[in-house]
């Protein structure tokens, strides 16, 4: 499966990449997310909880960044085990594009599923998928133009 979408954030780029790498902002985003430890500048840990239909999972994962392309952008990828509902591993590339005050922030996220929740239907998996990145974004966006507010 693979997602991509893109939004403009009322704050400068390299606001947005500092956000993106400060795991306190990243915990607030993403949903159900109960735990995200910074084990180095590249390395996390996270536990979400989750529900994609009649499946209730809590996931344990690691995240690995690679910030090669700083502050124009940056690659994740990364692998979580949900037991028996099963596992999601995939990737992520962001694009971090300044336009005046703003920056235009664009993403291709690809995933893999299985267990339990591969069963589901791909069209339940995918419209859920897609659901969590925009509400991921949106939070983030939300939580960006309040810290430029302040």
Do not use: W
């Amino acid at each position: 499966m693979e997602l991509q979408d893109e939004i403009t954030i009322s704050a400068s780029r390299d606001k947005v990449y500092a956000a993106l790498n400060d795991p306190e902002v990243l915990k607030q985003c993403i949903p159900g997310c109960e735990e995200l430890i910074k084990h180095s500048d590249t390395e996390l840990e996270a536990k979400v909880l989750l529900k994609i239909g009649p499946v209730k999972a809590r996931f344990s994962g690691n995240v690995t960044l690679d910030p090669g392309n700083a502050p124009d952008g940056f690659s994740l990828k990364g692998e979580g085990n949900g037991g028996v509902a099963g596992f999601a591993r995939g990737g992520a590339d962001v694009e971090l594009t300044e336009q005046g005050s703003q920056t235009v922030l664009r993403y291709t996220a690809k995933a893999d599923i299985g267990g339990k929740l591969a069963q589901l239907g791909s069209r339940l998996v995918t419209s859920t998928s897609r659901k969590l990145a925009s509400s991921f974004f949106k939070n983030f966006e939300n939580l960006m133009e309040s810290a430029e507010k302040a």
